[in-house]
Structures are given as structure tokens and as C-alpha cells.
């Protein structure tokens, strides 16, 4: 069974442009979640898709940055204009509810560097 | 709110030594905890995880228990190898998001 997978793996971009990453959930999993993790602090949560709608996007920081589901399969994190803080390493992670013992699988992450 | 704290690192340690990560919590609730890794040039991986009090899990030689008392989730492994070296974050899960902690940076030397 394949895993989450993330494209792309690295992306060096300038201040103002625009970026998008794409996840690719472990099929079969309904809900995909976005973290990141900026300079080498906490991992932090940013959103929660559960199929094509947003359960959860209260760690989403700004305007910025838009999130889609389309048709509860893969998903893209666009970040439109980049600033310099958007820097560190975006995680796409997937899983399949069991009550409360749920867990999620992780991507291998995007790093993403605003220059 | 929900918040993680993790023993600081960076830890070398020689190989076959005792480890011991602290992590300590505070949440709402009765939250499942769970330690995650992360080897060069890889993505997270779940390492172990407890989802009620006393639960103690347990990976590749590396246990934690849940303990509410002291809101504690101590990462341990009795001997450490070269191959152990990694990044390790405790996390705990609460309402279908995951708070982590900073991440201890691990080198285990020969």
C-alpha cells in the first residue's frame, strides 16, 4: 500500500510568488490534514479535510494560504503572495477514524524556501 | 489550550546507553499521546502511541506510559544503536489534530 505522498519534495521561490504543494492521501483515507513546521520550531497544525469539505482550519495563519480538496482525493496548499516567514517544511498527513484511537500517517514533508 | 513540552536537545548518547526523553503535557480532556520520529531525510513516522491512563506502548525497543498523574510521556529505550539517530516529537491527539512538541534532535556515536 503506497503512503501519503508530497510533491513537491523541495521548492525554492522568491518573496511575492506563489507556490502550491500537492498531497496524495493513502487511498481510502477520508480525512488529510496540513502541518508545518517553521525553523526547526513545533510541528503545527494548519487544517483538516475530512473528504472534500474543511473540518478544521483554525491554524490556517493568514489569507494567504489556500487549501483545496477537490473531489475528497488529493490536496493542494497554495500560499499566495510568499513572504519570507512561510519558510520551513509543510506536512500532509492521512488516516482513517477508529473512535479515539486514531492515527496518522505522514508524508515525507515539502520543504518550502522563500528567498 | 493544548500544549506539549519536550525535553530539550540536542542528546548524544554512546551506543548502548539508556535513553530518556521527557515530555510532559497540558490538555482538556483525556487526550491520546503518541511519539513520532523522524530519520535523515525521511518523513514522520509513528513511533508508539497510549490512548487512556496506565497504557504503556511500546516499538522497536522504545516504550512510553501514559501517565495522568504527571501529565508525563517519557520516551525510553534501554540500548540505544547508531541507527536510533533521528529527531523524535511527542505529540498528543485531541479532537482529530496533533499538538507536537519541538522535537529532541538524538545522535547515538559508536
Known amino acids: 500500500e503506497a503512503g501519503v505522498t508530497q510533491f513537491p519534495s523541495h521548492s525554492v521561490i522568491e518573496k511575492g510568488q506563489t507556490v502550491t504543494l500537492r498531497c496524495d492521501p493513502i487511498s481510502g483515507h477520508d480525512n488529510l490534514y496540513w502541518y508545518r513546521r517553521v525553523m526547526g520550531k513545533e510541528i503545527k497544525f494548519l487544517l483538516h479535510f475530512v473528504k472534500e469539505s474543511k473540518q478544521d482550519e483554525s491554524g490556517m495563519p493568514n489569507n494567504r494560504f489556500l487549501a483545496e480538496r477537490t473531489g475528497g482525493t488529493y490536496s493542494t496548499l497554495k500560499v499566495q503572495p510568499a513572504e519570507l516567514e512561510d519558510s520551513g517544511v509543510y506536512f500532509c498527513?492521512?488516516?482513517?477514524?477508529?473512535?479515539?484511537?486514531?492515527?496518522?500517517?505522514f508524508g515525507p514533508g515539502t520543504r518550502l524556501t522563500v528567498t | 489550550g493544548n500544549s506539549v513540552t519536550q525535553m530539550e536537545g540536542p542528546v548524544t548518547l554512546s551506543e548502548e546507553a539508556f535513553l530518556t526523553i521527557n515530555c510532559t503535557y497540558t490538555?482538556?480532556?483525556?487526550?491520546?499521546l503518541f511519539w513520532y520520529v523522524q530519520y535523515p531525510g525521511e518523513g514522520l513516522q509513528l513511533l508508539l502511541k497510549a490512548t487512556k491512563a496506565d497504557d504503556k506502548g511500546s516499538n522497536k525497543g522504545f516504550e512510553a506510559t501514559y501517565r495522568k498523574e504527571t501529565t508525563s510521556f517519557h520516551l525510553e529505550k534501554g540500548s540505544v544503536q547508531v541507527s536510533d539517530s533521528a529527531v523524535y516529537f511527542c505529540?498528543?491527539?485531541?479532537?482529530?489534530?496533533?499538538?507536537f512538541g519541538t522535537g529532541t534532535r538524538l545522535t547515538i556515536i559508536p
Open positions: 498527513a492521512s488516516s482513517q477514524v477508529r473512535g479515539q484511537t486514531y492515527e496518522q500517517y
Open positions: 490538555a482538556t480532556g483525556y487526550p491520546s
Open positions: 505529540a498528543l491527539g485531541r479532537n482529530e489534530k496533533l499538538t
